[in-house]
């Protein structure tokens, strides 16, 4: 004997409320998940070296561009000396923020920090943020 199971009304109210209540949860939680997630790479974007003007990176100033499809930033830490680096978090891929005042790029997401030669001064980032070299050409900054 074959028992047949029939929904009831407060079953299938119950069943919409449910889904209705996992879609909103789903909408609401998107807009976080896209803010904590790293930006998508372009195809076509690979570049074997960027360009930056100098004018761009003052003494103790940082300037944030694209390289290889990737967020980076270069950095002017005392006058001449140039530093290109990964602005990915190497915890979860956050993008980093140079904070003049304490010369540390901070990692919003979880309070990653790092030195202005991109190592690791605290919070949960396992790795340094990868660098570039960097080559001063008349009165632009090669990347690369
Ligand atoms: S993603 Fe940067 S500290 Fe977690």
């Known amino acids: 004997m074959k028992a047949k199971k029939t929904l009831t009304r407060r079953g299938f109210v119950a069943a919409v409320a449910s889904a209705i209540a996992a879609g909103l949860a789903a909408a609401s939680l ?32 940082a300037h944030f561009f694209e390289f290889q499809g990737h967020p980076s930033v270069v950095l002017q830490p005392s006058p001449g000396k140039f530093i290109a680096l990964s602005a990915v978090c190497t915890h979860l891929g956050c993008i980093v923020e140079w904070r003049p005042r304490e010369e540390i790029f901070f990692c919003p997401c979880h309070a990653g920090r790092f030195s202005p030669e991109g190592k690791v001064l605290g919070g949960p980032p396992p790795r340094p943020l990868p660098s570039y070299p960097v080559k001063v050409r008349k009165d632009q900054l090669i990347i690369g």
């Open 30 to 61: 998107w807009p976080v998940w896209e803010f904590l997630s790293p930006p998508k790479t372009r195809e076509g974007q690979e570049q074997e070296t960027a360009v930056v003007p100098l004018s761009n990176v003052g003494p103790g100033k």
